[in-house]
């Protein structure tokens, strides 16, 4: 399963081992109305996932995309999300300093308050969102939803 669902209206999805029909598809029986990209740099060698082909496809299918390079994961950081459970912990650790940056708080912020309205999925390409840095950056839009609500 692509979409992880959770209490707010965002959820997490991974390209990894699918085709873009399938992906767009399965965003628009999962409700998505807008698509935020998180990777730094929007490009894939995977057919259909770069950023203009997927934001036309995005488009057609009445789903409105969004690039935040401020919330993308370093490349020095990455290779501990593929790690061991510490590897993973400690790259989770070096992200959340990562993304407290001011224009990354700001998106995370922003995402927060789409949610309230619209069904907003954060993409990346890793299928395993354990193993991924939008795992964290979903972490803290729903910190941020629930800290609105409450």
């Not at 999962?30 to 935020?36: A, C, E, H, Q």
């Not at 912020?109 to 395993?128: G, Q």
Request: charged share 30%; with cysteine; net charge negative.
């Amino acid at each position: 399963m692509v979409l992880k669902s959770s209490a707010t209206g965002v959820v997490g999805v991974g390209y990894q081992g699918r085709v873009l029909a399938e992906l767009v598809d399965e965003l628009v029986s999962g409700g998505v109305d807008r698509l935020v990209d998180v990777r730094l740099t929007p490009i894939s060698r995977r057919r259909g996932f770069s950023k203009r082909p997927l934001c036309d496809a995005l488009r057609s299918a009445g789903i409105q995309y969004e690039h935040h390079p401020e919330l993308g994961n370093p490349k020095p950081n990455r290779a501990g999300f593929a790690g061991d459970e510490d590897e993973v912990a400690q790259a989770r650790s070096t992200f959340l300093e990562w993304i407290s940056r001011p224009e990354a708080a700001e998106a995370i912020d922003e995402l927060a308050a789409r949610a309230v309205h619209e069904r907003v999925a954060v993409l990346c390409f890793e299928a395993d969102q354990r193993r991924c840095h939008r795992d964290v950056v979903l972490a803290e839009v729903v910190d941020r939803c629930a800290q609105r609500s409450g």
